[in-house]
């Protein structure tokens, strides 16, 4: 079956310090691949998705690559802000499968 | 126009009793997925309704979950003899197609916590 693997949490980072959260994945045919953030208090939102290898899905200076060769999509940003301390979601919709399979999430704090 | 809603957003509930969670998904929106999400968890799929018909069922935990979706639209999630290990957040999504590309839009979550 389908599975998203990420890395541990927390992950403590200084503001402007660059932030990279691993993600990998098994499916069984041709997933989309999604990033959805969870800021405290509030609920899950869309942060970027790709939808075929080597797309790049962007939004909030956050980027993240669909690599099919090595079956990740990996969440990179150059400078983290203090706003940006949140629970960050990787998923992947499979072909003829219509839920979401999310990986456990990884918490991240930004310090001032 | 508005985003998912759910309620109630905090239910508390004694073992045994039995507990119904709403939701009102985004207008429009043919596709309706129901989550859970244990402490420190990522969510697990429950059930996914396409208009009124829920065509996976898979990640119903047990024959106590069951849920409806009337007027493709509101879908209630009822849980009977409610146990323990069922102290979750429960989310709501909708999407406005069901290709694997579409993107679900979630809800902010019923909180239910069984004592």
């Known amino acids: 079956g389908d599975s998203v693997t990420q890395m541990e949490g927390p992950v403590t980072l200084s503001e402007e310090a660059f932030l990279t959260i691993n993600c990998t994945y098994t499916a069984t045919g041709y997933p989309s691949l999604f990033w959805y953030v969870q800021y405290p208090g509030e609920g899950l939102q869309l942060l970027l998705k790709a939808t075929k290898a080597d797309d790049k899905g962007s939004n909030k200076g956050f980027e993240a690559t669909y690599r099919k060769e090595t079956t990740s999509f990996h969440l990179e940003k150059g400078s983290v802000q203090v706003s940006d301390s949140a629970v960050y979601f990787c998923a992947l919709s499979d072909t003829g499968r219509r839920a979401l399979t999310f990986g456990s999430g990884t918490r991240l704090q930004v310090q001032p | 126009g508005a985003g998912v809603s759910q309620s109630p957003s905090n239910k508390v509930t004694e073992k045994g009793k039995d507990v119904e969670l709403r939701c009102d998904p985004i207008s429009g929106h043919t596709a309706l997925y129901w989550y859970r999400q244990r402490l420190g968890q990522g969510l697990e799929f429950l059930i996914y309704f396409q208009g009124n018909s829920a065509p996976d069922k898979s990640g119903l935990p047990s024959d106590r979950f069951s849920a409806e979706r009337t007027g493709e639209s509101v879908s209630t999630l009822t849980i009977q003899r409610t146990q323990q290990e069922d102290s979750a957040v429960y989310l709501c999504?909708?999407?406005?197609?069901?290709?694997?590309?579409?993107?679900?839009?979630f809800g902010p979550g019923t909180r239910l916590l069984v004592l």
């Open positions: 999504a909708s999407s406005s197609t069901t290709g694997r590309e579409e993107t679900q839009y």
